[in-house]
Structures are given as C-alpha cells and as structure tokens.
C-alpha cells in the first residue's frame, strides 16, 4: 500500500493559483481527483511515469502537472481560482497509462479541502 | 452533467440484494473497462470493482459487477448496515480523451 499525503492552501482567494503537493515514491502514474461538496468526482489531470501529461479537457488551460523528482513530490497547479472550485482535492495512485489502463485508481490521499473565497 | 449515468439513489433492506446502474455510450462503457468505488462520508473514495467485475484483495464477494454494452451494474447481496454509501462508476471516455466518472447513487440500508 502506497501513502499519498496531499498538502497546499487550505484558503485561495478568487483569481488565484492554487498550487497543491502529492509526495509519491516508486515508478507510478498520478491523477488529481477533485470533490466539490455534496457533489461527484472530477478527474483533473494525469502524470505518466515517462513524465507525459494528460488533462481534463474543460479545464485544459487553467491546470498543469508535473514532477519534482528530487523531492519525490507531483505538484498540481489550478490558475484562476473561482469559488465553483472549492472542493477536496485527492492525489491517486493510478496505472501509469490511464489511457491504457483505465481509470483504476487504487490508493487515494486523505484529500484536502480547499476554499475559494475572498 | 456527467457523460456517464448513475441514478441518484438506491434503497433496500439488510439481507436484500440490491442493484444499481451506471448507462454510457458507445464513446466510453461500451468500448471501456467500468470501475466502481465506494466512499463514506468524509473519506476518500476506495476502490470496489475493477475491470468490469474484479474484485481488489479484501472485497468481500458480496459485490459484484457486470457489464453490457454501453451500461454497467454493481450488485450488492447480503446487504449490511454498513454498506451505506456513494457509489461511483467510472471509466475512460475515448471522446473526451480522459477518465469520467458518474454522479454517484448513494446507497441507504433502510
């Protein structure tokens, strides 16, 4: 089993970037997950363990992932915050071509909750 | 709105079998593996079914999952009190080039 600890703001305000860690160790494929509340899941973006990208197309523009290998972390960036953002935000372990693969995401950080407010 | 179909509820007693849906189309479930994940309140989601009816290490057999088509089923037997819960489907969209999960039916052990 995999430990996945998210970390970042708990607070953004509107317009903001948000940026979020995942410390991760071993060749594996990330995805960030979120949840706003009371509501569905949304996958948001994946890194490969080749280092390629893949995004939720609808937010395309505003999000990025990538490595940090000397500190073993996946950092999530999120431009533009809008309060519609505030949700829990997961980092998951996931098979490193999710294309491939599919979406079997079999261990999940606790979550971290982030509000978009001013 | 979700490209992928969950009814918002489901119901049923302890002992009882239930079944819920997941309905896709022929961009994601009917060319696609379906998951299943349950979550409890204020917890992450963990993973129940993969590859359509996998079960991981420690799902107890009273969850099963199946597929036809562009439509998905995970059915629970033996219901339990603590069976109560969301229920996501999810799976890979080829349209959207990327995962999607449903909205979730949230499971009460009446």
């Known amino acids: 089993q995999v430990t996945l600890k998210e970390s970042g703001p708990v607070l953004v305000k509107p317009t903001e970037t948000l940026t979020l860690t995942c410390t991760v160790y071993?060749?594996?494929?990330v995805s960030w997950i979120r949840q706003p509340p009371g509501k569905a899941l949304e996958w948001l973006a994946h890194?490969?363990?080749?280092?390629?990208?893949s995004y939720n197309r609808s937010l395309k523009t505003r999000v990025s992932i990538s490595k940090d290998t000397s500190k073993s972390q996946v950092v999530f960036t999120m431009t533009d915050m809008d309060p519609v953002d505030t949700a829990t935000y997961y980092c998951?372990?996931?098979?490193?071509?999710?294309?491939?693969?599919?979406?079997?995401?079999?261990?999940w950080g606790q979550g971290t909750l982030v509000t978009v407010s001013s | 709105q979700s490209v992928v179909t969950q009814p918002p509820s489901a119901s049923g007693t302890p002992g009882q079998t239930i079944t819920m849906s997941c309905s896709g189309s022929?961009?994601?479930?009917?060319?696609?593996?379906v998951y299943w994940y349950q979550q409890f309140p204020g917890t992450a989601p963990k993973l129940l079914i993969y590859?359509?009816?996998q079960r991981p290490s420690g799902v107890p057999d009273r969850f099963s999952g199946s597929k036809s088509g562009s439509s998905a089923s995970l059915a629970i037997s033996g219901l339990r009190s603590e069976d109560e819960a969301e229920y996501y489907c999810?799976?890979?969209?080829?349209?959207?080039?990327?995962?999607?999960f449903g909205g979730g039916t949230k499971l009460t052990v009446l």
């Open positions: 998951v372990r996931a098979p490193s071509n999710i294309a491939v693969a599919g979406p079997h995401f079999d261990d």
């Open positions: 890194l490969f363990s080749n280092d390629d990208k």
């Open positions: 071993g060749q594996m494929g």
């Open positions: 590859r359509n009816r």
């Open positions: 022929s961009s994601n479930i009917a060319n696609n593996h």
């Open positions: 999810a799976t890979w969209d080829d349209s959207l080039s990327g995962p999607v």
